[in-house]
């Protein structure tokens, strides 16, 4: 990790009350998502209603049910598992607020309408891979979390596994010093380069897609959340942001943590075969 990305003693803080607000969140909740517009399907293209679902949620209609007692993925051991404060493991009683609610959840629609690094990909050809997703915005955590999912990717280069950073249009477009007549993107991308991360990225231009995975659930929470989503395209890991990265730093130790969880929650998605084979990634 390049010396001039490492926290400064202000983001160190600024993570603090990162792990403050998990808790919070956990208390008080957040607003459900009221969205009754078109529907689409995985990948972003308009659908025709449902219909009824029985008086649920519509929001749940493309989630499916969530895997059978995932009470028990909620250990380093299980199937699904989720990055969580500590002081917040203890509330049982964290509703709609709590992260682990996305556990085992089938994959959502997203809409990206720019890819870099990679063809535009969809569900259907990430079929039978282990999906991992970074939403970012261009800042120095987002820049140590994708170097750190590179390295990662790289020591899982022999097994079916694909990370893509989706870049935060919505979050991009709140930021001043835009000029006009700039393609976000395409500022993205240059600063991607800039810190030599490679891996395939695509452009979630409204904010559709962070919001209807993560945002509108989790106001609170920052916007750089980390999934890990099985072959079979459930959701086996969730990590609320804002950053992780291998360390040795003792003050860091939570990022170097976080780091290894979703490591480990890549491997538990891989077939015995081929995770025996990925020994030696972290």
Request: charged fraction near 25%; aromatic fraction near 8%.
């Amino acid at each position: 990790m390049p010396t001039s990305l490492l926290p400064t003693t202000r983001a160190r803080k600024h993570r603090r009350w990162a792990g403050a607000l998990v808790w919070l969140t956990a208390l008080a909740g957040c607003g459900a998502d009221d969205d009754k517009g078109p529907r689409f399907d995985y990948d972003g293209h308009p659908i025709a209603d449902a219909g009824a679902n029985n008086g649920s949620d519509p929001r749940e209609r493309d989630l499916g049910p969530v895997v059978d007692n995932a009470t028990a993925g909620h250990g380093p051991t299980g199937p699904v598992n989720a990055h969580r404060d500590e002081r917040a493991a203890a509330d049982d009683e964290a509703g709609d607020a709590d992260p682990y609610r996305l556990l085992g959840r089938r994959v959502w629609p997203w809409r990206l309408t720019q890819w870099a690094n990679s063809p535009p990909l969809s569900w259907t050809q990430l079929r039978g891979k282990t999906l991992v997703v970074r939403f970012f915005t261009c800042d120095e955590a987002s820049a140590r979390s994708l170097l750190a999912l590179q390295r990662m990717n790289q020591d899982f280069r022999s097994a079916p596994v694909c990370v893509i950073g989706i870049y935060d249009g919505e979050a991009a477009a709140r930021r001043t010093g835009e000029r006009p007549g700039e393609n976000p993107f395409d500022r993205a991308v240059r600063w991607a380069v800039r810190h030599g991360i490679e891996l395939p990225l695509a452009y979630d231009e409204t904010g559709f897609t962070v919001r209807r995975w993560w945002a509108e659930r989790f106001e609170l929470l920052p916007r750089s959340a980390t999934f890990v989503f099985t072959p079979e395209g459930r959701v086996a890991h969730v990590h609320p942001g804002p950053e992780f990265f291998p360390t040795d730093d003792p003050m860091l130790a939570i990022c170097d943590r976080d780091y290894d969880e979703i490591a480990a929650a890549v491997r538990r998605t891989l077939p015995e075969s081929v995770a025996s084979r990925t020994e030696g990634a972290p």
